[in-house]
């Protein structure tokens, strides 16, 4: 992630309703990391009531949650929380790219947003510096303003299709051309190419 987040906008976040996925593996890295994006949410005006969390036994689980959550079409904004530490063998990287890709997909599905807050760190020092907010970086709180940034786009892009269809522009005719050009999309066997 980067060094230098972007300066967050104004934005009241008190009509927006976020849910929130987190891993129950590493409960201790991901307790604090979900407690700074509790906190986050609530300083940018985000209703406790309008914030629902979901625990699930780890990462690699997240992505079928946040799409059963981003079905429901209850959510503004989806936010997905883990921690991944990287150990002997390269079970982190397949975790990340693919909970990643499914995270990925599951936004642009659902025209849900969903933050990918799942933390993959070489050492547990790592996380720490990331996941606390006198850390290095407070991944927690960039979560957080990420997700209402992303829900007030979803509004308004929302808001603005919503206007078009009403005028009579037709989204849903595809050029037949454009389908011999389509990529097939991700072959999740590129990941284990090399093992």
Not at 18 to 43: M, Q, T, Y
Not at 50 to 78: K, Q, W
């Amino acid at each position: 992630m980067s060094q230098s987040p972007p300066e967050p906008p104004e934005i009241d976040g008190s009509d927006f309703f976020i849910g929130i996925i987190a891993a129950r593996f590493n409960g201790e890295l991901v307790d604090p990391l979900l407690a700074r994006v509790l906190a986050k949410l609530k300083s940018l005006g985000v209703r406790q009531r309008n914030i629902e969390v979901l625990r699930v036994p780890g990462s690699n689980e997240i992505p079928y949650a946040a799409h059963m959550l981003a079905a429901t079409s209850e959510f503004d904004c989806l936010i997905a929380l883990g921690v991944v530490v990287a150990g002997d063998t390269s079970h982190h990287d397949v975790i990340a790219y693919g909970t990643a890709y499914s995270l990925h997909s599951i936004g642009m599905q659902s025209e849900t947003p969903v933050i990918n807050g799942i933390l993959t760190v070489s050492s547990i020092a790592q996380a720490l510096e990331r996941i606390k907010p006198s850390g290095a970086h407070d991944r927690g709180a960039e979560f957080a303003r990420a997700a209402v940034h992303m829900a007030w786009h979803k509004l308004h892009l929302v808001e603005r299709l919503d206007a078009l269809e009403e005028a009579g522009e037709d989204f849903d005719e595809e050029d037949e051309d454009d389908d011999e050009d389509e990529d097939d999309g991700f072959d999740p066997k590129q990941l284990f190419k090399n093992n």
